[in-house]
């Protein structure tokens, strides 16, 4: 199976632009499985320099071998438009920015999966619209970050 999933995923799919807020956001579709899951990583990316590096391929194209796998550039970053550096975005924008690209690509619920940088954004994302989401993941995630403010958070996959 993994072998035909590889030689399917070989061709770099296009890049696609949502609106949010008069602004261009930069998303790729791969794969055509039962579930729609959108990966939501670090503070950086680049959709079409993420196929350049071989490790960060073959995780999304695993990921689009079992479900239709949507990645995007969040307003900033990557391929999606510029922010003025005294405009950086809130989380708040960053969950604007993950329904934006989810609304484009017709994805009604999906599975969230986010590491690192992205973990605060999902969790922030699943308690706001828990409704479109089938699972949520952080991988990655600063595990107990609310512990400063003596909030004892364990995070793990969640499944709504």
């Not at 199976?1 to 590889?6: L, N």
């Not at 320099?49 to 479900?67: K, T």
């Not at 995630?141 to 958070?153: D, K, L, N, S, T």
């Given at each position: 199976?993994?072998?035909?999933?590889?030689i399917l995923f070989e061709v770099t799919p296009e890049t696609q632009y949502a609106r949010v807020d008069?602004?261009?956001l930069a998303y790729q579709v791969l794969g055509e499985g039962p579930i729609d899951i959108v990966l939501a990583e670090q503070w950086?990316?680049?959709?079409?320099?993420?196929?350049?590096?071989?490790?960060?391929?073959?995780?999304?194209?695993?990921?689009?071998?079992?479900?239709?796998?949507?990645?995007?550039?969040?307003?900033?970053?990557?391929?999606?438009?510029?922010?003025?550096?005294?405009?950086?975005?809130s989380i708040e924008a960053w969950i604007d920015d993950v329904r934006a690209v989810m609304d484009a690509a017709r994805s009604e619920r999906a599975a969230l999966i986010?590491?690192?940088g992205g973990g605060l954004m999902g969790l922030v994302f699943a308690a706001i619209h828990p409704d479109r989401l089938r699972a949520f993941f952080v991988g990655?995630?600063?595990?107990?970050?609310?512990?400063?403010?003596?909030?004892?958070?364990d995070l793990a996959l969640v499944e709504i």
């Open positions: 199976m993994r072998a035909a999933a590889t008069g602004l261009h950086t990316s680049h959709q079409e320099a993420q196929w350049d590096v071989p490790p960060v391929a073959e995780i999304r194209r695993r990921l689009a071998a079992i479900g239709r796998l949507i990645t995007f550039d969040k307003r900033g970053v990557g391929m999606s438009d510029p922010v003025p550096i005294n405009a950086l975005p986010t590491t690192m990655g995630g600063w595990r107990r970050a609310g512990a400063w403010y003596g909030c004892p958070i």
